[in-house]
């Protein structure tokens, strides 16, 4: 048996590079996705199958828009649901669900109960389990593994989901007869059980015992708040959503001729499941060998563009046939043209057409576009097929003509996304040109891109080489091998950094010989680049190599190696025991007591502390804690992204009391990203606590706005009620970054509106009590000239002065706040408009902002807009805004009932230096507030009007 397990893990390592620690979350997740599509390949020909016999096909347009509506409506709950619910909770409560209805369905499909209203039912559950099962299990799988496990391991566990694909139609072929359809059912159930306890045993061995809920939280992926608005701002996006809606549009209108005309010829119910299931399984037996063998061969000989049109040029020969030959062995050859290039060939396109749009939008608009899209194009198909089946009367073969007539719209956005495609990669390209250099010349509207590439990986600059052998990685091509390889001898470091991980996706073509020298390159990162290359592209030298190299006499190669090594066997116990790795640093961290080299020690203390962020090993935490207090601020710098790369709670505190430290700030910043979304809920702790410094506060927001989610648009609002105005105008400018960077995400218009108006009332009491005070100067100008009220006076202008900065505070959160609901370069324009010193491009930029606001909010902004004119405020102009001129007393209590500090005390100051007992009630009243330099202040006051009162 041992012997067995040994060849077993062999096979697996020197097939599929499945390492040492991974072949139990590998096999227990390749076989999870194995029973999931098992069981959606049973349970879909079966319900397929009695739809059609006993409902008719004449009914499949009205499940059709059903299955659309319902499918958008769960996905949308679950999307929600997911970022409240902890996701091991959700999985086995729906596998659990998924089980249970599975045998209720069956029971009542025995008992012919309901008969009509259960198929109906059994379907759009089938469409919804589609949906669900496999959106759960990819979410699991990007939390099971890191992206390094990810992209080595998903080929191996997709071999799943094709196996249990053929495997489930085949089954289901063979066992419908006998069993009867109505009892298939009760077959999917017995294996979808098998799920629950394997997905409870991956949860709590694979990521309870291995990641914090930091790491957990980072890798889940929902939908974002609003995509639609990212795929409507780029045309690229839109054509590619066309494309992929079309495409669904298609496909089920030919699902419709396949499933009416089999029905038709072949009427008894489980005869009918196991034609399904046979050939279901059969399309994707010939879509695997498509995809394995020709697909590449198709995309490098003909172009990215060009294998778009494949797949509508062959539905539109298979429609041509179903057109003149209605029948079973043509409708065959139309749904396998269709399932078989779908999923391998116009995958691949799709894919490859998708390479220009930058990665993060990629993320936040792929669900959306395969589920909402997916979901909005089989209901408008179900309402096609009703009107020319249901309204027009037409027999299944005229449906041809629909089919038809989609192809020429599908070639049509072919056309233009394929234009797009090559300009996005022109565009792209030029604006990672060096501004000191020229542009090479390349007109890539007028070749292949490929050759394009090839120029720019030839004599390209070196931010456009690393751009694009940075996009390589995500669809290596082999054509674009040898241009890759010759940059590993390039003299920039970064180009051989690049080029070399790079190098790791050309899987076929293994240069381990030459890489083998790189690892005494005389640049660090291409140092580890080299090992991470050899332990991925050498499985059975790895351990060899690095036992070696960990001994090396180059102490720069052990620790190019240490770190190699950690960020191998990261959440990966079983290789940290195999390389004693805990030992290990232990015994690289005594080795620094006798060292005297001051270059070796800080090398080697930055390579240690990289090694236990990457091992996450709590006994040595406490050497990144001494490290933070380093006297090198380079050290105490990786110290900080060390504490960070542990994903440990605690850290979060201790950086960020660093973000007050001018040397260590960004250092700060970058670490505290590490964490991901779930930093948002411990800066939140942050903000509400008393005990943070406002400088260290003031550093959050901008934080915040790089994590990019809604969550982040939901701390920065609340931010807007502190007490702090900085702290206040660093959330509003983050806000503005995060609605130019991530304008999908929603910014509670109603809200800012609200705080529009708010800060606008601010502003007109401001400028009366602005008003107020400058009179009061004046009044008093000839008592200071005589030598009396020489200290009042000065109190009351440093007043006046910050009134002055509170507007033109006042002003631009106005603008920022315009800048949530409006177009933020637009409010940009006009802001920086109303600075100008030039009359004329004032006056434009009052007119730009009266053509854009809403009537509610131009009735009172363009009023206020236009006092910045002024010169001087006069009482007619406090009069023509509506608001009431305040006596001193007046205007003295305004301020002080307001937020701002600062104006606090320079009021309480002025009250003390006014000397009358009017005030004392004022003074009193600011005893109890919340800040300690208002209650010293307000105490001094309180003390000098009793002290005059007495005297009086």
Not at 740 to 754: A, E, G, T
Not at 822 to 835: A, K, M, S, T
């Amino acid at each position: 048996m041992e012997t067995i397990k040994k060849y077993y893990e062999h096979l697996l390592r020197n097939v599929f590079d499945i390492r040492e620690g991974e072949y139990r979350k590998a096999v227990l997740m390749q076989l999870n996705i194995f029973l999931l599509i098992s069981t959606l390949l049973i349970v879909k020909p079966a319900v397929n199958g009695l739809f059609l016999a006993k409902m008719g096909a004449e009914n499949l347009p009205n499940v059709f828009v059903l299955v659309a509506i319902f499918a958008g409506l769960v996905s949308l709950l679950y999307s929600r649901v997911l970022s409240r619910m902890p996701l091991n909770v959700i999985i086995n409560r729906t596998l659990i669900w998924s089980v249970s209805m599975l045998l209720i369905f069956g029971f009542l499909l025995r008992l012919n109960f309901l008969e009509g209203w259960v198929l109906y039912l059994f379907y759009i559950w089938v469409a919804i389990f589609a949906v669900l099962s496999a959106s759960q299990f990819w979410i699991l799988a990007n939390i099971v593994f890191n992206s390094r496990e990810a992209k080595r391991l998903f080929g191996f566990i997709g071999a799943g989901a094709i196996a249990g694909g053929i495997f489930g139609g085949y089954l289901t072929s063979i066992i419908a007869e006998s069993l009867g359809s109505e009892n298939l059912p009760f077959i999917a159930a017995s294996l979808l059980v098998f799920c629950i306890p394997i997905t409870q045993t991956i949860w709590k061995k694979e990521v309870l015992l291995t990641q914090t809920k930091f790491q957990r939280k980072k890798r889940i992926k929902g939908f974002d708040a609003n995509p639609l608005a990212l795929i409507r701002k780029s045309k690229h996006l839109t054509y590619l959503a066309v494309i992929i809606g079309i495409s669904v549009i298609v496909a089920k209108l030919v699902d419709y001729q396949f499933s009416a005309i089999a029905s038709l010829k072949i009427p008894d119910p489980d005869d009918l499941t196991a034609f399904f299931g046979f050939w279901f399984s059969t399309f994707n037996l010939i879509s695997l060998a498509i995809q394995l063998f020709l697909t590449r061969r198709v995309v490098g000989v003909f172009g990215v563009g060009t294998s778009l049109f494949i797949l509508p040029i062959g539905i539109m020969l298979g429609a041509m046939l179903v057109l003149v030959f209605p029948e079973l062995w043509a409708v065959i050859f139309l749904k396998l043209i269709d399932g078989s290039l779908k999923q391998s060939v116009n995958k691949s396109a799709v894919e490859l057409m998708a390479l220009p749009i930058p990665q993060e939008i990629k993320n936040q608009t792929k669900s959306f576009i395969d589920v909402f899209v997916d979901s909005a194009a089989t209901g408008i198909s179900g309402l096609i097929l009703i009107f020319l089946v249901n309204g027009l009367d037409l027999s299944t073969r005229f449906i041809s003509l629909m089919i038809l007539a989609f192809f020429f719209l599908w070639l049509y956005f072919a056309r233009k996304i394929r234009s797009e495609y090559i300009n996005s990669f022109k565009l792209k390209v030029e604006q990672h040109k060096d501004r000191s250099e020229k542009m090479h010349s390349m007109d890539l509207s007028n070749e292949s891109v490929l050759s394009g590439l090839k120029k720019v990986l030839q004599r390209g600059t070196e931010s456009q080489i690393i751009y694009i052998l940075r996009k390589i990685k995500e669809i290596p091509d082999e054509r674009l091998f040898e241009e890759v390889h010759a940059l590993i001898r390039n003299d920039v470091p970064a180009i051989r950094l690049e080029a070399l991980q790079c190098l790791y996706f050309f899987k076929s073509q293994p240069v381990i010989e030459e890489v083998l020298p790189m690892i005494h390159d005389p640049d660090q990162q291409v140092k580890i680049a080299a090992f991470e290359y050899l332990i991925a592209r050498s499985p059975e030298r790895r351990e060899i190599l690095l036992k070696k190299y960990l001994q090396d006499k180059n102490y720069k190669v052990r620790g190019a190696a240490l770190v190699s090594l950690a960020t191998e066997t990261r959440n990966n116990p079983e290789l940290k025991n195999i390389f004693d790795l805990d030992e290990l640093v232990r015994k690289k961290i005594h080795s620094l007591v006798g060292l005297r080299d001051p270059e070796e020690i800080k090398f080697r203390k930055i390579t240690i502390l990289k090694a236990i962020g990457q091992l996450n090993l709590d006994t040595y935490f406490s050497f990144i804690r001494e490290l933070m207090l380093d006297e090198d601020p380079e050290i105490v710098d990786q110290a900080l992204i060390a504490g960070a790369t542990t994903m440990y709670p605690d850290f979060i505190y201790e950086i960020s009391a660093f973000l007050s430290h001018d040397r260590h700030k960004d250092a700060a910043k970058e670490a505290l990203l590490i964490y991901g979304p779930a930093i948002i809920d411990s800066f939140d702790e942050i903000i509400r606590g008393e005990s943070w410094d406002l400088e260290i506060l003031q550093q959050i927001p901008s934080i915040v706005e790089k994590v990019g989610t809604q969550q982040s648009v939901e701390l920065l609002f609340a931010i807007l009620d502190h007490q702090e105005i900085s702290l206040k105008m660093e959330a509003l400018r983050s806000l503005n970054n995060l609605k130019i960077h991530h304008p999908q995400l929603r910014f509670h218009n109603k809200l800012v509106i609200k705080r529009i108006l708010e800060e606008a009332h601010l502003y007109m009491e401001t400028l009366a009590a602005l008003y107020a005070q400058n009179t009061m100067i004046g009044t008093n100008e000839n008592l200071i000239e005589a030598g009396q009220l020489e200290k009042q006076s000065e109190a009351r202008k440093s007043l006046v002065a910050l009134l002055e900065r509170r507007l033109d505070g006042n002003l631009e959160r106005i603008f920022r706040l315009l800048g949530l609901k409006y177009p933020p370069d637009e409010i940009l324009n006009i802001y920086q408009g109303l600075q100008s010193k030039k009359p004329d491009m004032r006056i434009n930029a009052v007119d730009f902002l009266d053509n854009l606001l809403e009537t509610n909010l131009k009735r009172v902004l363009v009023p206020i807009v236009e006092t910045v004119f002024l010169d001087h405020i006069s009482e007619t102009t406090i009069k023509n805004l509506n608001v009431k001129i305040p006596d001193e007393f007046e205007c003295l209590s305004m301020l002080l009932s307001g937020r701002d500090i600062r104006i606090k005390l320079a009021v309480l100051y002025l009250i003390s230096q006014v000397g009358n007992k009017r005030y004392i009630p004022l003074a009193e009243k600011q005893l109890k507030d919340a800040n300690p330099k208002v209650r010293t202040f307000a105490e001094q006051a309180f003390k000098a009007l009793k002290k005059i009162n007495i005297t009086s």
